[in-house]
Every structure is written in structure tokens, then in C-alpha cells.
């Protein structure tokens, strides 16, 4: 598919293709230069991560409950004087 530079250089991805590549409206992505070509890579957010990413760990609720009790724990024990 063919685009135009526009003004101020900017480019626009057509519908179909960011469709395709889970790009919308605030997305994030990186522009990385490969010899002669420039490639667009789409960045996840923190959510889609979340949702659609490969998991590499399971923690439990509860397991995540404890780790934010000794956070806070430690945290509120540095800036009590």
C-alpha cells in the first residue's frame, strides 16, 4: 500500500493496516530505521500486555495482596518520623 508524506512529514497509516496491527487513536509506536527502510512497530500498552501478552509468571491474588501489604509496610516505615 502506497501513502503520502504529508505536511510537516506526517504520515498516516490507512484504517485497513492499523486494523491489522492493533493500532488506534494515542497508540504508541516505534520507529526503527533497517538500512534503507523504515519500519513502524506497534508498542502495547501496560493493558493489552496484560490481557494479550505471553504470560511468564502466575501469582495469585493473594500472593499479590501480601506483596502490596509488605510495600506499603515498607514505605509507610520510611516517611514516619
Do not use: H
Amino acid at each position: 500500500m502506497t501513502v503520502r508524506v504529508g505536511r510537516k512529514r506526517t504520515i498516516v497509516i490507512p484504517k485497513k493496516i492499523a486494523d491489522m496491527l492493533g493500532i488506534e487513536e494515542g497508540s504508541r509506536v516505534m520507529l526503527v530505521i533497517s538500512g534503507n527502510k523504515l519500519e513502524v512497530i506497534p508498542l502495547p500498552d501496560a493493558i493489552t500486555l496484560s490481557l494479550k501478552g505471553k504470560k511468564v509468571a502466575r501469582v495469585t491474588l493473594r500472593e499479590l495482596e501480601e506483596e502490596s501489604m509488605r510495600e506499603q509496610k515498607r514505605y509507610n516505615g520510611v516517611f514516619s518520623s
